[in-house]
């Protein structure tokens, strides 16, 4: 499979507290993305990291790549109940024309 | 407003009874896919299209056509349904020659084949 994977596959955490999701992934990319979907509804984007990048901000977001050991990380900070939602990454892989989406980390913030 | 849109978003049918899930993006975007989302499997592409007239497949193509006549609109047509095909699905589109890598997604569709 060329999707990317998901640690944890489910996440609860008190608000206010940081969340960190993991992702894993097998082949050379060009970018990796993350993304959002509350319950049942589309995806949103959240940010992109280059394959020449080790670490990018958005407001509360953080996320790093490290393309040694293919992997990526996204901390969400100060973390909010509206925050709850599943989070996924999507690889950009080199020679390819789509994005490869993971399983998904379902994060939960207890308010 | 910058927006994919996907029709129907609920529908019930039944094995064989062929059906088109529509799609329509104003972004002027050249580059549109669908994709399927099943618990547990994540999202799965099925088909692509880098601009009109050129699609190609995915990773789960099977049971699924699509067509790109016009720039703004990618309906998936399924054309003997089957109780597998059960899933949510959704439709992105993108500014590949721009790339800016970001897909925008419609809100899903929902399909139960009984």
């Known amino acids: 499979s060329q999707q990317g994977e998901e640690d944890p596959q489910a996440l609860s955490i008190q608000e206010g507290e940081n969340a960190t999701m993991n992702c894993s992934y097998k082949?050379?990319?060009?970018?990796l993305q993350w993304y959002r979907q509350n319950s049942g509804r589309g995806l949103v984007h959240l940010i992109l990291?280059?394959?020449?990048?080790r670490e990018k901000h958005s407001g509360r977001l953080r996320v790093t790549l490290d393309t040694s050991k293919k992997s990526s990380s996204l901390l969400i900070t100060a973390s909010r109940a509206a925050d709850t939602a599943s989070y996924f990454c999507a690889t950009d892989q080199t020679g390819a024309n789509n994005l490869f989406f993971g399983t998904g980390t379902r994060l939960t913030v207890i308010p | 407003e910058a927006q994919v849109t996907q029709n129907p978003r609920y529908l019930i049918t039944v094995t064989g009874k062929k059906l088109t899930v529509t799609c329509s993006q104003n972004?002027?975007?050249?580059?549109m896919s669908w994709y399927r989302q099943d618990p547990g499997l994540g999202l799965r592409q099925i088909y692509y299209?880098?601009?009109?007239?050129?699609?190609d497949k995915g990773d789960v193509p099977e049971g699924y056509k699509v067509s790109r006549k016009e720039k703004r609109n990618f309906p998936l047509i399924l054309e003997s349904p089957s109780p597998n095909q059960t899933s949510l699905y959704f439709c992105?589109?993108?500014?590949?020659?721009?790339?800016?890598?970001?897909?925008?997604f419609g809100e899903g569709s929902r399909l139960t084949v009984l």
């Open positions: 972004m002027n975007h050249e580059y």
């Open positions: 082949t050379s990319i060009n970018n």
């Open positions: 299209s880098m601009n009109v007239e050129v699609t």
């Open positions: 990291i280059r394959s020449n990048e």
């Open positions: 992105a589109s993108s500014s590949w020659t721009a790339y800016t890598g970001e897909l925008f």
